[in-house]
Structures are given as structure tokens and as C-alpha cells.
């Protein structure tokens, strides 16, 4: 058997090569949707990678799946991260069930890759990222917000508008049905900004630490846990001084789509608009700025991983970093819960 030893910090990562070439990893999906297609379809087109199974909900649709990838249907997770020609595990499912798996796979001896959130509670995230470290295994959660356009052109383009004071960002998305479906479930869907994790990710990554948040929650009810409608707003106070008013709404109540992400400072005004147009404002002078195009993040972030465990090179962030947007995420539903500001 031959071991791949990829060198992160002072720890070896090591793959175990069981698919008779140096390059090539096992790889296990967890989870039938949009993100498990988009991994499925990279692991397919990447020589050092071998998608070995699938574990999805409804047993129909996992063998379509598979099939579709030459992957073998599992209908239960947790055989999936036990067997033995598994060197990574992929987690693409419901958000309650991420640190279950996470955990699973990782006293398993694999690697994961977890779309965000890792969990839904940040004590069980700091857990996680321990056994993954004292096992010398990769844990990566996905950001992709951080890779794509908007993002980039926001952070490359906040020095310009001088000290930012006043941030606002809203995304609203209506939805007619919204249900059947599992992001209409407190349960499995978990609170808003929890499972929405990239609204406050994206302005940690940019502004840093934050001193206290203030929120507030409204369902519209149609059981005990699904929902029509949800609206979430949260106020961030950062310790630089700057406030940032984050809205997340989706559902049958709302009638306009909003993607809206504003910054104000001293020296100008950035404004970016549906996510692929972006103007820096300055008195009567407003220039475009560029947005490249959102698509293929999932691939990137895949290969990037990929990247990692064959050649050791660096991702984009560390679970920490996402464990950070987390805690201020429960902050948020502590706030909520109680009508208090919440010191992070």
C-alpha cells in the first residue's frame, strides 16, 4: 500500500492509495443535489480522483445519481464512511445532519470536505476540527462566496472607499411553493444566518472581528417546524468601528428578488448589485467595477482540494475561519432568542 504524504503545518495528511496509481484518491458523496452534482462532475473529469459511491436520501434517485457518475448507490451514510476504499468523504446533505457525518467519517480515518455550515453549533465545531487535527486528516468547509466575483472585487475594491463605517447586505428570495422541501425545516434547514452562513462569512473575511451582534427572527408557519416564509435580520458592530445590517429573507411572502451588498466609508461608497454589477461612488463620479462570473466554484473549490492532499498546497481558508462565522452566527440566534445584544 502507498501512502501520498501531503505536509499542512507540522502534520502529514496521509491518503491511502488503494486504486493502483500514485495520483488517485477514493472518493465518497454524501448527499444527491446541486453541490454533490457539481463535486460528482469534477471527480469524474480528475485523473487523481475516483468517485467510489454515493449515500442520498431516496434510493431512486441515489442509483440515478450514481449511475449517472459510475459510482456504486449506498442507501445509508454510514456505510458509506466506513468502508475502506474511501480516502475522502464529501458531505453535500441537510445542514443537521453535517456534524453526525463529519464526525463519522472523520473517527473513520477520512478526509472530509463539508459544505457549510460544518454544524449547527459552534462547541460541536471546535470538537470537529480537534479530531481532525489529532488525526492528521484534512477538514475543509466550503466558502465558495469567497472565490467568486463579487467577493473578490468587494475586498480588492474596499480600500478605496477609505475607513468603512455603514454596511448593508441583503439577499431576499422569493419562493412559490416554497414547500415540500428541506430548507423550509427549522430542524434541517437550522436558523437562518446558521445555515446561511456565507452572508456573515463574507464580511468577517473582510472587516475581521466583531464585538456584539442584535438580531431578530420571523417564520411564517405552516407545522411545528416547516415554513412558508422566514425573515432574518442581524446588526454586526465590529471592533474597526464599522456596522453592517445583514438581511435574509426567502419564501411565499416576499414578492422582489433583492442581492444588495452596500459599503460606505469616508472617502466613497461601494455598491454592488445582483451580484454581477459593482460601482465605486464618489460624489458625482461612479466607475464600474468588474464582477467576473459565479460559475465553476464548485469545481474550484474540488480541485483545490484535490490540490491539498496530492500536493499540499494551500486552500483558500482554514475551518477556523468559517468555526469564527459560526459563533457569531449563534451569537445572532442567541439575540434572537432572548431580544438581547449579544458580546461575541
Known amino acids: 500500500m502507498v501512502r501520498v504524504k501531503v505536509v499542512v503545518e507540522v502534520l502529514l495528511l496521509p491518503v491511502n492509495n488503494k486504486h493502483g496509481t500514485f495520483e488517485t484518491i477514493g472518493v465518497g458523496i454524501v448527499g444527491t443535489g446541486y453541490a454533490a452534482k457539481m463535486r460528482a462532475q469534477t471527480l469524474q473529469a480528475d485523473r487523481r480522483s475516483d468517485l467510489v459511491a454515493v449515500a442520498g436520501h431516496s434510493l431512486e434517485k441515489t442509483q440515478e445519481f450514481a449511475l449517472n457518475y459510475g459510482a456504486e448507490a449506498l442507501t445509508n451514510w454510514q456505510e458509506l464512511v466506513d468502508r475502506s476504499d474511501l480516502d475522502l468523504a464529501i458531505v453535500c446533505t441537510v445542514n443537521r445532519d453535517h456534524g453526525l457525518i463529519t464526525r463519522a467519517a472523520l473517527n473513520s480515518g477520512k478526509h472530509v470536505v463539508v459544505e457549510y455550515p460544518l454544524c449547527l453549533d459552534a462547541t460541536e465545531a ?55 422541501g428541506w430548507k423550509y425545516n427549522r430542524k434541517l434547514f437550522g436558523f437562518p444566518l446558521t445555515a446561511a452562513l456565507s452572508r456573515l462569512h463574507r ?35 465590529f471592533t474597526n468601528g464599522a456596522i453592517a445590517d445583514v438581511i435574509y429573507g426567502k419564501g411565499e411572502t416576499f ?90
Open 255 to 344: 414578492w422582489q428578488a433583492e442581492r444588495k451588498l452596500e459599503a460606505h466609508g469616508d472617502r466613497g461608497t461601494l455598491i454592488f448589485d445582483g451580484g454581477d454589477r459593482g460601482f465605486l461612488v464618489r460624489g458625482e463620479e461612479t466607475t464600474p467595477i468588474e464582477v467576473a462570473s459565479r460559475r465553476g466554484l464548485f469545481a474550484k473549490d474540488t480541485s483545490m482540494v484535490l490540490d491539498r492532499l496530492i500536493a499540499g498546497t494551500p486552500l483558500y481558508l482554514s475551518p477556523e475561519a468559517s468555526l469564527y462565522s459560526l459563533k457569531i452566527a449563534n451569537a445572532a440566534q442567541l439575540s434572537a432568542a432572548t431580544g438581547q445584544i449579544v458580546n461575541c
Open 126 to 180: 471546535e470538537e470537529l476540527i480537534a479530531l481532525a487535527a489529532g488525526g492528521g486528516k484534512l477538514l475543509h468547509v466550503e466558502h465558495i462566496e469567497l472565490l467568486g466575483g463579487l467577493h473578490q472585487a468587494f475586498k480588492q475594491s474596499l480600500p478605496a472607499i477609505g475607513n468603512p463605517f455603514y454596511l448593508r447586505y441583503a439577499t431576499i428570495a422569493p419562493k412559490r411553493p416554497a414547500l415540500p
Open 203 to 237: 464580511l468577517t473575511d473582510a472587516l475581521g472581528t466583531v464585538a456584539n451582534v442584535s438580531c431578530q427572527v420571523r417564520y411564517w408557519p405552516v407545522t411545528e417546524d416547516d415554513y412558508s416564509a422566514c425573515l432574518c435580520t442581524a446588526q454586526l458592530r
